[in-house]
């Protein structure tokens, strides 16, 4: 039988979710109105909270040279040891990195009025904003807003795109591009197929982007900025600023990936897992709720093998 407490806790939460997505103000428009604690649909269930508090294990994700005459071994290595690796002289300007995540802290900064206008999860124009894409089916919400931009193959019209964000989306885009075909023909190589292998299963034409905006939690130990999960596509190409908070499974524990600057962070998708058949690993990660002053920023590009989709 229902038991009615339970039922009537259920009903008040899926209304308290419903208020706060219908008002369009994003975990950032809470913090600006000045709470000190967090609705209670962000607390995480104590199995996932102790779980974030369990001891952090001291290895280190490689770092990788891409300009290395051993790059193909390394990346091999790291992809099946790790599934995660920082990659620094990746050729693209520090200058466009900073300038991209900039681009995405000023459009979270945007004055709510006219930041709402952008937000929806009907994904079909090509650029959405929203406080979890899950928001309605997790079991308990995360403290992080969210863009997601279509890049390809049908890439979103850029006048979608809000114009404090634009003109950086698309020069990013160019250059993600070059360099997911260029880590795609290593990995490849690395299995001793022909390094076109994944470029011609069109593994870099299916483009999403989102970027996250992490504002600070007053209550970080209650809740996560992402919860546990491995990325479905073939690749991820990951931009971060300084703050941290990103974590992935290593064995039984979690290491903490610390930003580098001007570094990328690349980490193997599902997809690519099943295409080595299983000698490069899709590995679970996470980040932790943002306990700083300063907003977590990042921007990760999912390559996928068909027609992105937003939902
Ligand atoms: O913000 C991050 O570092 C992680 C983002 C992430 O894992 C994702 O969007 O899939
Ligand atoms: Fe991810």
């Given at each position: 039988m229902v038991n009615p407490i339970d039922n009537n806790q259920e009903y008040d939460r899926a209304k308290e979710v419903k208020e706060f997505d219908d008002s369009k103000i994003g975990v950032k428009g809470l913090i600006d109105s000045g709470i000190n604690s967090i609705p209670k649909f962000f607390i995480h269930p104590p199995e996932t909270l102790a779980d974030f508090k369990s001891n952090l294990s001291t290895v280190t994700i490689p770092v990788i040279d891409l300009s290395s005459p051993t790059i193909v071994d390394e990346i091999r290595t790291a992809a099946k040891t790790f599934g995660f690796f920082q990659i620094i002289n990746h050729g693209i300007e520090i200058s466009l990195l900073d300038k991209t995540l900039s681009a995405i802290k000023s459009f979270n900064e945007l004055e709510t009025e006219e930041k709402k206008k952008y937000y929806r999860r009907d994904g079909g124009n090509g650029f959405t904003f929203s406080t979890n894409v899950d928001l309605f089916v997790s079991k308990a919400a995360s403290w992080r807003d969210t863009v997601q931009i279509r890049l390809g193959p049908?890439?979103?019209?850029?006048?979608?795109?809000?114009?404090?964000m634009r003109s950086e989306v698309v020069e990013i885009n160019g250059e993600i591009k070059r360099l997911g075909e260029k880590l795609m023909g290593l990995l490849a190589e690395g299995l001793g197929v022909g390094a076109e292998r994944f470029n011609e299963m069109s593994c870099v034409e299916g483009r999403l982007m989102v970027g996250h905006y992490y504002p600070y939690c007053p209550q970080a130990d209650l809740t996560v900025g992402i919860n546990s999960h491995t990325d479905p596509g073939v690749l991820t190409v990951l931009m971060e600023n300084e703050v941290g908070g990103l974590q992935i499974k290593h064995g039984d524990g979690w290491v903490d990936v610390k930003p580098i600057r001007g570094g990328l962070v690349i980490n193997v998708g599902d997809i690519l897992q099943i295409l080595s058949n299983d000698e490069y690993k899709s590995v679970e990660h996470r980040v932790l709720a943002?306990?700083?002053q300063e907003p977590r920023l990042s921007a990760a590009v999912f390559f996928n093998v068909e027609c992105a989709s937003i939902t």
């Open positions: 049908v890439p979103v019209e850029p006048e979608r795109i809000p114009e404090v943002n306990s700083y």
